[in-house]
């Protein structure tokens, strides 16, 4: 069974910069695909950044250059180091994962491609 621990969430100044880590357990992590999402109260659930067994990355438009996603398969671990946060950057933010597939190969950032999710960490962005 897999089993995805998010944390580092907190609150943040604008401009500010937090990383939150992934913890996975119960599969063989490293040749799976692996995301970040995030969702708003009042919003759907969109993709942030995405990565795959080949350390391949990609990022909403709305993150690029700001993020950067990283994978650490000796420690299980999925990082999302977030800078030059904005107020709208606010959000419950998901770790999730998925087997080799076409699904998330082709679409990485879509929430449908992904089966196994955490419980989510909170980020606030605020003055």
């Known amino acids: 069974q897999v089993q995805l621990v998010e944390s580092g969430g907190g609150l943040v100044q604008p401009g500010g910069s937090l990383r939150l880590s992934c913890v996975a357990s119960g599969y063989i992590y490293s040749t799976y695909y692996m995301a970040w999402f995030r969702q708003a109260a009042g919003n759907e659930r969109e993709g942030v950044a995405a990565i795959g067994s080949n350390e391949r990355t990609s990022y909403a438009a709305s993150v690029k250059g700001r993020f950067t996603i990283s994978r650490d398969d000796a420690k299980n671990t999925l990082y999302l180091e977030m800078n030059s946060l904005k107020p709208e950057d606010t959000a419950m933010y998901y770790c999730?994962?998925?087997?080799?597939?076409?699904?998330?190969?082709?679409?990485?950032?879509?929430?449908?491609?992904?089966?196994?999710w955490g419980q989510g960490t909170q980020v606030t962005v605020s003055s």
């Open positions: 999730a994962a998925e087997p080799p597939g076409e699904l998330p190969r082709d679409f990485p950032l879509m929430v449908a491609a992904y089966n196994s």
